[in-house]
């Protein structure tokens, strides 16, 4: 069976969503963010890429086209090869009159109320109808998908199934929280035999989102929600005084059977400055200091705070009900690696799995996931990261011929481009890599990365302020060979940690030797690397330790603020011009650049 998943509508920027905030800047994210396209063949993902990579538009909302024109080249098929389409939204009839009926429920006042219907209405006839969905697909690729081939899959199933797909089936109980699906904003429950099973009781709906209060929060601190999370969640370490819990228990209710319920509503959403006048009467917050870095770190630590509590309930019932010794972690809130930890550690499972798909780029391998197992009872086949683009030596020499005023070229000997990679890393330099096929979500897991040495004090403030052109308090992720990882770091029940999905604290004795690989609280979100699972970065670490003493290096995304992760040769040669990376190890070419 050949399936094909994928995810992104061409006019979701058309559509203004009133209780996401007014904002232009971000209201296009709010649906089919993280464009993405992926093909299964039997149960084995043989291609996928987001979408962004190609058009260069980061978190990309858009149709897309190109992602699917790749992914169908790369498994040698066309459209018309594919038995089932799979899109990672499923609006249905019932799931349209709840939303009318929740809107003059909460609704203040009924002008409100009405204009708000009017918006969901044009949001399901220009997006999510089935006939819209198909049409775009039409206008898109000029291919009409016959309508028993067009699957839509719920949206937060589609996340499950994602991860269920990565680690290779297997029983599981799941706990999946993001933003909002089609009305819910978290899930729970097991899946036993390849089958299904929700623990309805645990669903939470969409007013009571810790995806949605973090992405409030992410704005109100002057960020981008469904972007920046991350910041907050870095930021928050700056905090070292826990937040009050009479202040979390202010924010939200943690009830018996699991579920939560927050006292933020969307009365508080509208105006030029969604919640900040809540949020500003929540935390203390006026013009005098709502800028400042103590007082942002403060609320950041809150947001934190208040995530590790609401979903350590949730997942805390989810354990008592299921009985199962291993948990699948999915949605946006499992970005939050600091709060996957604490899942792991402080919830009796003995084995948590956060994918490298757990954003909304992982939909289109979850829709087409949940479609083979549900039309072909295929077994899913355990999926690495290394999904998308690869080039040829030849494309590479290709590609530096454009800029050879401003760089020059030197090709590395076959086997060689570890030990010359590492040789350069014992200096105080930042090296871009580019190698094999590119990583699959949002994370740079040693095929598109940049690279630093961790030994060097100021190697952090050097990689934010002269090559990604980011905020200084912004930290890195180490990678580190995994038989070397329990010796630097805590790594406490956690016997891997492949996809940069988990915090841990660094151990003491390798603080002040590794400095670049810790943040300020004493943590890293660490990469853990072997040889199956990428043999020549493995090899690179090896090498480094031979030439420093250490098996670790820093790992950073191969792009700058704004941009996505570069895709191809042309890309990295071009962010690498445009920063102060001192090397670029583009397969086995050596790049330096020369003076004008």
Not at 123 to 139: C, G, H, T, V, W
Not at 257 to 275: L, M, Q, S, W
Request: glycine share 8%.
């Amino acid at each position: 069976m050949i399936v094909l998943g994928y995810n992104g509508f061409t006019h979701s920027r058309d559509i203004r969503i009133s209780d996401h905030g007014t904002q232009d800047i971000d209201r296009y994210n709010v649906l089919g963010h993280d464009a993405a396209a992926a093909v299964i063949f039997d149960g084995k993902v043989v291609a996928a890429v987001e979408e962004e990579r190609l058009n260069r538009e980061k978190k990309t909302s858009q149709f897309p086209v190109g992602a699917i024109e790749w992914c169908l080249a790369k498994a040698g098929i066309g459209l018309a090869d594919v038995d089932y389409f799979a899109f990672p939204w499923a609006v249905t009839d019932e799931v349209i009159r709840s939303l009318v009926l929740d809107i003059f429920t909460m609704s203040p006042n009924p002008t409100i109320g009405f204009a708000l219907t009017a918006e969901i209405g044009e949001l399901y006839s220009k997006l999510l109808a089935p006939e819209s969905i198909a049409e775009d697909f039409r206008a898109r690729t000029g291919f009409d998908v016959p309508a028993e081939k067009l699957i839509l899959v719920p949206h937060h199933l589609a996340h499950l199934m994602c991860g269920y797909q990565i680690r290779g089936g297997g029983d599981a109980a799941f706990f999946v929280s993001d933003g909002r699906g089609e009305r819910e904003s978290a899930i729970a429950g097991q899946i036993v035999g390849g089958e299904i099973t929700l623990f309805d009781q645990m669903t939470m709906d969409s007013s009571n989102s810790v995806g949605l209060f973090y992405n409030n929060i992410t704005r109100y601190l002057g960020f981008l929600p469904n972007n920046d999370e991350y910041k907050v969640m870095g930021l928050s370490a700056y905090c070292p005084e826990p937040t009050d819990r009479a202040l979390i228990d202010r924010l939200v209710t943690l009830h018996d059977d699991g579920k939560i319920e927050f006292a933020v509503t969307t009365d508080n959403a509208r105006g030029e400055h969604p919640y900040r006048d809540y949020f500003d009467g929540v935390f203390g917050g006026d013009d005098s200091i709502r800028e400042t870095f103590e007082y942002r770190a403060r609320v950041a630590r809150a947001a934190q705070d208040l995530t590790e509590i609401a979903t350590r309930h949730q997942v805390a019932t989810l354990a008592a009900a299921a009985q199962l010794p291993n948990l699948i972690v999915e949605g946006g809130v499992a970005l939050n690696c600091v709060n996957n930890t604490k899942l792991l550690e402080n919830n009796g499972f003995d084995r948590v799995d956060v994918s490298y798909g757990a954003s909304d780029s992982g939909l289109a391998i979850g829709a087409a996931a949940f479609v083979g197992q549900r039309y072909g009872k295929v077994t899913p086949q355990a999926t690495g990261t290394y999904l998308g683009p690869e080039y040829t030596h030849e494309e590479m020499i290709e590609a530096t011929k454009p800029f050879t005023d401003r760089i020059s070229v030197t090709e590395i000997e076959p086997g060689a481009v570890a030990s010359t990679t590492a040789t350069l890393l014992s200096e105080k330099v930042v090296i871009g890599w580019f190698q094999g096929a590119a990583e699959y979500g949002p994370r740079a897991l040693g095929a598109r990365s940049i690279l630093a040495n961790p030994m060097f004090d100021d190697i952090k403030d050097i990689i934010n302020l002269r090559v990604k052109h980011r905020e200084p308090f912004r930290p890195f992720a180490p990678m580190v060979l995994e038989s070397s990882a329990d010796k630097l770091f805590e790594m406490g029940k956690l016997p891997t940690s492949p996809y940069m999905t988990f915090v841990v604290p660094l151990r003491q004795e390798f603080v002040d030797k590794i400095p670049g690989a810790c943040h300020v609280d004493g943590t890293s979100r660490v990469q853990t690397v072997n040889d199956e699972q990428n043999p020549l970065v493995a090899e690179l670490l090896r090498e480094v330790e031979q030439a420093t003493g250490i098996a670790c290096l820093i790992n950073t995304s191969f792009n700058v603020a704004g941009e996505p992760i570069v895709c191809s040769p042309t890309d990295a040669i071009s962010c690498f011009l445009g920063t102060e990376i001192d090397y670029l190890v583009l397969g086995r070419l050596l790049l330096r650049k020369t003076a004008n």
